[in-house]
């Protein structure tokens, strides 16, 4: 009866263990992550009261069984439910992962890594990943500065904001390139500013700046020039403003010059004519002895010519040129800039100009008192003007002489230099004689002394009409028939030659190839003289093979971009600031910024065990290794090593709890603790039977 007593009390204990552990996995049912556990029974040591015996040939016995009497019951085995996933809890927090899988996360407290199924982290002031609960640090794996990519080695403490994470270091623009059409009848790219077309570019700073092409067409169809007009920062400030400089030459170069060259058969132009001395002829050069000039008057002869004429109409005759007289010359002379040419000339004035325009009064010698005719202004009478002729006569006007006569007209014409003053017999005009006024030679001329008149040498080029202000023009001409010249044209294009097909409008080549580079200089003197580096700006490479050149209804489409085409490789970038850090499937870290990058920052690293159900609870949802559960090596293995492992953010996994499975084992559980307590209460019942005997 004792014993029966002893085994019921066994039988009390495992149930009340069992009850323990079901009265765990009730409390923890909320707690994320957590794992159920179970306990199963075995009975305890028997008592052998009679052995075995087998069956006795010689007696012919059977055998019979043992007499074992059995101690009562005991917790035999603890099994924990790790494999078994709980449900997902989405939290929306991108630092909250659940994994998917046998793995465990690794965390560390400083000085051993624990495990854990909890996958509740966050951010601490240090910048680390960690255990939102009691701060552990989570470990994975660096990234390798050389190549970018994971170094899986030892497990570390993952530091994903550290100062170096928070930006990313900006970048120069390498490459560019050119897209679009370019219409066939742009009508900007006839323009002296040209077809615009900008890209928008970074130095190795992260400032930004707009380069401005023009593209100008040139006298071949099909055919282009494409140059550097400018280079623009962010505020729109030209760096030739900016680093003091004339030209953006002086910055960056683009491309090399292009020269168009062009020969049409020319005539010459109105008023030129030309002259051939055989004598100057010469084999090798087909101009030799061929001179232009051009008829001129005497306005555009002197260069003081308009201050002397006094506003009347007056017929020069050439006097002496350059101090020789004209009466000596023979021919032709030649006449330098700059000499002087005394002149002679004759006016004729009709009397109805004199007395309209000048305000004069003719009398004639019939109403003359002294009978000698005169004109006089109707302001001042008393000043008459005579015809020189009466001062030879043997009555002169009483009180005039000659020289105030010649005075008089003079102030009255506005003319200097007054000789000979003659009356027509009637008064109808007056003839004036001008002498010795001196002109100035304005550009050199030619002197022909048949005829008496001057012509203008001009070069060539005036001859035919041609524009030598153009520094981008140069000009040749070999002579032809009747004036005309075979003139050759060649206009130099700064920049580069962009060419097209013209039968198909595909692009060919810009100066022949498919790229050119934006060439910035390594250095840059301003007009003072003072020197500063350029090398925070990167040489950029632009392709132009994806242009294209038809009718597009006027509208040209041509654009340039930074980067590659496709890969958007070497576009560069400014300075860009930590926006969001998100996590993948595989555990990897990536941070992402304002400048459109993103960077890799480390890996979750995981482990797995081959017998996980032998792994410690040390409690904080905290596991650790075991003899039995295998060891951990320090590095840990990648979740999705095998395939079918990962990790999802923005959400926990649950605890593994079946609370209806734990509500049916605690009433079995209560069922056997009772049954067993009545174990006791029979046996000690029948104790008392027994006492009550010696009664």
Request: proline residues 2%; glycine residues 10%; charged residues 15%.
């Given at each position: 009866?004792?014993?029966?007593?002893?085994?019921?009390?066994?039988?009390?204990?495992?149930?009340?263990?069992?009850?323990?552990?079901?009265?765990?996995?009730?409390?923890?049912?909320?707690?994320?992550?957590?794992?159920?556990?179970s306990v199963t029974f075995t009975d305890l040591l028997y008592q052998t009261t009679s052995k075995a015996s087998g069956?006795?040939?010689?007696?012919?016995?059977?055998?019979?069984?043992?007499?074992?009497?059995?101690?009562?019951?005991?917790?035999?085995?603890?099994?924990?439910?790790?494999?078994?996933?709980?449900?997902?809890?989405?939290?929306?927090?991108?630092?909250?992962?659940?994994?998917?899988?046998?793995?465990?996360?690794?965390?560390?407290?400083?000085?051993?890594?624990?495990?854990?199924?909890?996958?509740?982290?966050?951010?601490?002031?240090?910048?680390?990943?960690?255990?939102?609960?009691?701060?552990?640090?989570?470990?994975?794996?660096?990234?390798?500065?050389?190549?970018?990519?994971?170094?899986?080695?030892?497990?570390?403490?993952?530091?994903?904001?550290?100062?170096?994470?928070?930006?990313?270091?900006?970048?120069?623009?390498?490459?560019?390139?050119?897209?679009?059409?370019?219409?066939?009848?742009?009508?900007?790219?006839?323009?002296?500013?040209?077809?615009?077309?900008?890209?928008?570019?970074?130095?190795?700073?992260?400032?930004?700046?707009?380069?401005?092409?023009?593209?100008?067409?040139?006298?071949?169809?099909?055919?282009?020039?494409?140059?550097?007009?400018?280079?623009?920062?962010?505020?729109?400030?030209?760096?030739?403003?900016?680093?003091?400089?004339?030209?953006?030459?002086?910055?960056?170069?683009?491309?090399?010059?292009?020269?168009?060259?062009?020969?049409?058969?020319?005539?010459?132009?109105?008023?030129?004519?030309?002259?051939?001395?055989?004598?100057?002829?010469?084999?090798?050069?087909?101009?030799?002895?061929?001179?232009?000039?051009?008829?001129?008057?005497?306005?555009?002869?002197?260069?003081?010519?308009?201050?002397?004429?006094?506003?009347?109409?007056?017929?020069?005759?050439?006097?002496?040129?350059?101090?020789?007289?004209?009466?000596?010359?023979?021919?032709?002379?030649?006449?330098?800039?700059?000499?002087?040419?005394?002149?002679?000339?004759?006016?004729?004035?009709?009397?109805?100009?004199?007395?309209?325009?000048?305000?004069?009064?003719?009398?004639s010698a019939d109403d003359a008192a002294d009978h000698i005719p005169y004109y006089y202004k109707t302001s001042d009478?008393?000043?008459?003007?005579?015809?020189?002729?009466?001062?030879?006569?043997?009555?002169?006007?009483?009180?005039?002489?000659?020289?105030?006569?010649?005075?008089?007209?003079?102030?009255?014409?506005?003319?200097?230099?007054?000789?000979?003053?003659?009356?027509?017999?009637?008064?109808?005009?007056?003839?004036?004689?001008?002498?010795?006024?001196?002109?100035?030679?304005?550009?050199?001329?030619?002197?022909?002394?048949?005829?008496?008149?001057?012509?203008?040498?001009?070069?060539?080029?005036?001859?035919?009409?041609?524009?030598?202000?153009?520094?981008?023009?140069?000009?040749?001409?070999?002579?032809?028939?009747?004036?005309?010249?075979?003139?050759?044209?060649?206009?130099?294009?700064?920049?580069?030659?962009?060419?097209?097909?013209?039968?198909?409008?595909?692009?060919?080549?810009?100066?022949?190839?498919?790229?050119?580079?934006?060439?910035?200089?390594?250095?840059?003197?301003?007009?003072?003289?003072?020197?500063?580096?350029?090398?925070?700006?990167?040489?950029?490479?632009?392709?132009?093979?994806?242009?294209?050149?038809?009718?597009?209804?006027?509208?040209?489409?041509?654009?340039?971009?930074?980067?590659?085409?496709?890969?958007?490789?070497?576009?560069?970038?400014?300075?860009?600031?930590?926006?969001?850090?998100?996590?993948?499937?595989?555990?990897?870290?990536?941070?992402?910024?304002?400048?459109?990058?993103?960077?890799?920052?480390?890996?979750?690293?995981?482990?797995?065990?081959?017998?996980?159900?032998?792994?410690?609870?040390?409690?904080?949802?905290?596991?650790?290794?075991?003899?039995?559960?295998?060891?951990?090596?320090?590095?840990?293995?990648?979740?999705?090593?095998?395939?079918?492992?990962?990790?999802?953010?923005?959400?926990?996994?649950?605890?593994?709890?079946?609370?209806?499975?734990?509500?049916?084992?605690?009433?079995?559980?209560?069922?056997?603790?009772?049954?067993?307590?009545?174990?006791?209460?029979?046996?000690?019942?029948?104790?008392?039977?027994?006492?009550?005997?010696?009664?």
């Open positions: 009866m004792m014993r029966s007593m002893y085994s019921g009390v066994a039988g009390l204990k495992t149930h009340q263990t069992k009850m323990d552990v079901i009265g765990n996995n009730i409390a923890n049912v909320n707690t994320t992550s957590f794992k159920s556990q069956a006795n040939a010689t007696t012919g016995r059977a055998g019979t069984n043992a007499k074992q009497i059995g101690l009562g019951a005991q917790a035999g085995a603890f099994s924990t439910s790790i494999t078994t996933a709980g449900a997902t809890q989405t939290t929306g927090n991108p630092f909250d992962i659940k994994i998917t899988g046998d793995a465990f996360f690794i965390v560390n407290d400083g000085v051993s890594n624990h495990f854990t199924r909890d996958g509740s982290f966050y951010v601490d002031g240090k910048g680390n990943l960690a255990m939102s609960s009691n701060g552990y640090n989570v470990m994975g794996w660096q990234v390798d500065e050389s190549t970018g990519t994971i170094k899986k080695d030892t497990v570390t403490a993952l530091r994903i904001m550290s100062a170096a994470n928070m930006t990313y270091e900006p970048e120069a623009t390498s490459k560019g390139y050119v897209s679009g059409i370019l219409d066939k009848n742009e009508s900007d790219a006839s323009t002296t500013a040209g077809k615009a077309v900008n890209m928008s570019f970074y130095d190795a700073l992260g400032y930004s700046y707009t380069a401005k092409f023009a593209i100008h067409e040139t006298t071949t169809p099909g055919a282009y020039t494409v140059e550097l007009a400018d280079i623009l920062n962010s505020e729109g400030t030209s760096l030739t403003d900016v680093y003091k400089v004339n030209d953006i030459s002086s910055i960056a170069n683009f491309g090399t010059s292009y020269t168009d060259t062009v020969t049409d058969l020319m005539t010459l132009a109105t008023g030129y004519k030309y002259n051939y001395d055989a004598s100057q002829a010469s084999t090798t050069d087909p101009t030799a002895g061929y001179s232009y000039s051009k008829d001129v008057d005497y306005g555009q002869l002197f260069s003081d010519y308009s201050s002397s004429l006094g506003g009347l109409t007056v017929k020069w005759t050439p006097k002496t040129i350059d101090g020789t007289d004209v009466s000596t010359i023979t021919g032709t002379k030649a006449v330098e800039a700059g000499k002087k040419v005394v002149m002679t000339g004759t006016v004729s004035v009709s009397q109805s100009s004199l007395e309209n325009g000048l305000d004069l009064i003719y009398v009478p008393t000043t008459k003007m005579y015809d020189q002729a009466v001062f030879s006569s043997t009555t002169p006007p009483t009180g005039v002489t000659a020289d105030q006569n010649k005075t008089n007209w003079a102030g009255v014409l506005g003319v200097d230099g007054l000789d000979n003053i003659t009356f027509a017999s009637d008064g109808s005009s007056v003839d004036f004689v001008i002498t010795d006024t001196e002109f100035t030679i304005a550009k050199d001329s030619t002197y022909n002394a048949n005829g008496g008149s001057f012509t203008q040498n001009v070069t060539w080029q005036e001859a035919y009409g041609l524009d030598t202000s153009d520094t981008t023009k140069t000009y040749s001409y070999v002579p032809a028939e009747n004036g005309k010249a075979q003139v050759t044209t060649k206009t130099t294009y700064p920049g580069n030659l962009l060419v097209f097909n013209t039968d198909t409008g595909a692009f060919s080549s810009i100066n022949n190839s498919d790229s050119v580079t934006l060439d910035f200089n390594n250095s840059v003197t301003n007009l003072e003289g003072t020197t500063t580096s350029l090398l925070n700006f990167s040489d950029i490479d632009i392709d132009w093979s994806n242009t294209n050149w038809c009718n597009n209804n006027g509208a040209s489409t041509i654009s340039a971009l930074s980067g590659e085409e496709g890969t958007g490789l070497g576009a560069g970038r400014k300075l860009g600031n930590m926006n969001g850090v998100s996590i993948d499937n595989t555990g990897k870290i990536y941070a992402s910024y304002d400048n459109g990058m993103t960077r890799l920052l480390g890996q979750i690293a995981v482990a797995k065990f081959a017998n996980a159900s032998g792994l410690e609870k040390i409690g904080e949802n905290l596991y650790d290794a075991s003899l039995n559960s295998g060891e951990f090596d320090g590095i840990g293995v990648d979740i999705s090593a095998d395939g079918e492992g990962k990790m999802n953010t923005g959400c926990l996994e649950m605890s593994n709890v079946d609370l209806s499975a734990e509500f049916t084992d605690m009433i079995t559980t209560q069922r056997g603790f009772q049954a067993n307590s009545r174990i006791i209460t029979v046996s000690d019942t029948m104790l008392e039977e027994l006492i009550n005997l010696k009664r």
